[in-house]
């Protein structure tokens, strides 16, 4: 294993936070030791922690750990860490018995995850445990991106079409000067099927060449887009790494960005602009990497790298995007994007 995925024992002293926590006033960050490969889970903790309308959500379920033994309960643990992060206490005891709920939960202890299975799981334990059936929905809510699937034939236009839901958006990296606009906008189009296995029509009554794609139906609170940072190479027998290039901004407006074509007609244009908040960063390869969070408080970007905490600028964040595919192995580049949406 790289030297970078180091093993972090910590006790409680505040030491060990950096001088930049003791200087803020508010709450809501703080390291995060590293106990055998825990910092793809650290980080998507800390893009939690920074999402208060989570916590308040799971604040109103008064039913935790009736059905579901707390060592086991995931919504549980994550409250009552988010709580001692919340009121700056030691989070050592907390956070070790979440990565230990996580464990039981089939999210392996001392393995090397992918950030962006690892939301989802979150998401689905959290929604699945929370015992409340309304509660669970609302939180499923805050993340939920409404769409309609569709398949249109070619030759006669017959549209089938259902509605479907997905947690985040899963951005291809096109062209050297690719940018976040550009990937939004490109997992809208539809895109054609023909070839040697075309869909079946079932107005034709046979298989004919179409085109499929997805309309959007309505928007998150919490927008999460995720960045294709991974290949298969088949010679190599192994997933590769892609580090090039992908612009993003702290401000998205997807009202911009999306043609008519790409929304359904019910369609709502409001509320369509959104503050990044959170950033998802993976250095190495694939199969053996590093994970950091960049989170934006007060005003203010916070690096969160495990144990270490410090404030930085936006161009420390920005630089994250990418660069050329032959670029240094252990480069950072951002994997996953969180926005808030503006409601003012």
Not at 224 to 239: D, T
């Given at each position: 294993?790289?030297?970078?995925?180091?093993?972090?024992i910590?006790?409680?002293?505040?030491?060990?936070?950096?001088?930049d926590?003791?200087?803020?006033?508010?709450?809501?960050?703080?390291g995060?030791?590293n106990?055998?490969?825990s910092c793809c889970?650290?980080?998507l903790?800390q893009?939690f922690?920074?999402?208060?309308e989570?916590?308040?959500?799971?604040?109103k379920c008064?039913e935790?750990g009736?059905?579901?033994?707390?060592?086991r309960?995931?919504?549980?643990?994550?409250?009552?860490?988010?709580e001692?992060?919340?009121?700056?206490?030691s989070v050592?005891?907390a956070h070790?018995?979440?990565?230990?709920?996580?464990?039981?939960?089939?999210i392996t202890h001392?393995?090397?995850h992918?950030?962006?299975?690892?939301?989802?799981?979150?998401?689905?334990?959290?929604?699945?445990?929370t015992?409340?059936?309304?509660?669970?929905?609302?939180?499923?809510?805050?993340?939920?991106?409404?769409?309609?699937?569709?398949?249109?034939?070619?030759?006669c236009?017959n549209?089938?079409?259902?509605?479907?839901?997905?947690?985040?958006?899963?951005?291809?990296?096109?062209?050297?000067s690719?940018t976040?606009?550009k990937s939004?906008?490109?997992?809208?189009?539809?895109?054609?099927?023909?070839?040697?296995?075309?869909?079946?029509?079932?107005?034709?009554?046979?298989?004919?060449?179409?085109?499929?794609?997805?309309?959007?139906?309505?928007?998150?609170?919490?927008l999460?887009?995720?960045?294709?940072?991974?290949?298969?190479?088949?010679?190599?027998?192994?997933?590769i790494k892609?580090?090039?290039?992908l612009?993003f901004?702290?401000?998205?407006d997807l009202?911009?960005?999306?043609?008519?074509?790409?929304?359904?007609?019910?369609?709502?244009?409001?509320?369509?602009?959104?503050?990044?908040?959170?950033?998802?960063?993976?250095s190495g390869?694939?199969?053996?990497?590093?994970y950091?969070?960049?989170i934006?408080?007060?005003?203010?970007w916070?690096?969160?790298?495990?144990?270490s905490v410090?404030?930085v600028?936006?161009?420390?964040?920005?630089?994250?995007?990418g660069c050329s595919?032959k670029?240094?192995y252990?480069?950072?580049?951002?994997?996953?994007l969180?926005y808030?949406?503006?409601?003012?």
């Open positions: 294993m790289l030297k970078f995925l180091y093993r972090w910590f006790s409680s002293s505040s030491t060990h936070l950096t001088m926590y003791h200087t803020m006033s508010i709450s809501g960050i703080i995060l030791p106990y055998g490969l889970v650290n980080s903790l893009s922690f920074a999402t208060p989570l916590t308040s959500l799971l604040n008064v935790f009736k059905k579901i033994p707390e060592d309960n995931v919504p549980l643990n994550l409250l009552k860490l988010t001692d992060v919340q009121n700056c206490r050592h005891s070790r018995k979440l990565l230990q709920c996580l464990d039981k939960n089939r001392s393995v090397q992918d950030a962006g299975e690892i939301f989802l799981s979150f998401l689905h334990l959290i929604h699945k445990q015992e409340s059936p309304e509660l669970a929905e609302e939180i499923l809510q805050l993340y939920k991106i409404t769409v309609l699937d569709y398949l249109q034939c070619n030759v236009q549209i089938s079409q259902s509605n479907s839901f997905l947690l985040t958006l899963l951005l291809d990296i096109q062209g050297p690719a976040l606009e939004i906008k490109l997992f809208f189009d539809p895109q054609e099927i023909s070839g040697r296995s075309p869909p079946f029509c079932d107005f034709c009554k046979e298989k004919r060449p179409g085109k499929k794609g997805l309309k959007l139906l309505s928007l998150p609170k919490i999460c887009l995720q960045i294709k940072r991974a290949y298969f190479e088949r010679h190599r027998g192994l997933p892609l580090n090039s290039e612009e901004s702290e401000m998205l009202q911009q960005i999306l043609h008519v074509d790409h929304l359904a007609e019910s369609f709502q244009k409001e509320n369509c602009k959104y503050g990044l908040y959170a950033v998802i960063v993976h390869s694939p199969i053996c990497g590093h950091i969070a960049y934006k408080l007060d005003n203010a916070y690096c969160a790298n495990d144990s410090y404030k600028p936006w161009n420390e964040v920005a630089k994250t995007s595919p670029s240094c252990a480069l950072e580049t951002a994997y996953m969180l808030r949406r503006s409601d003012t």
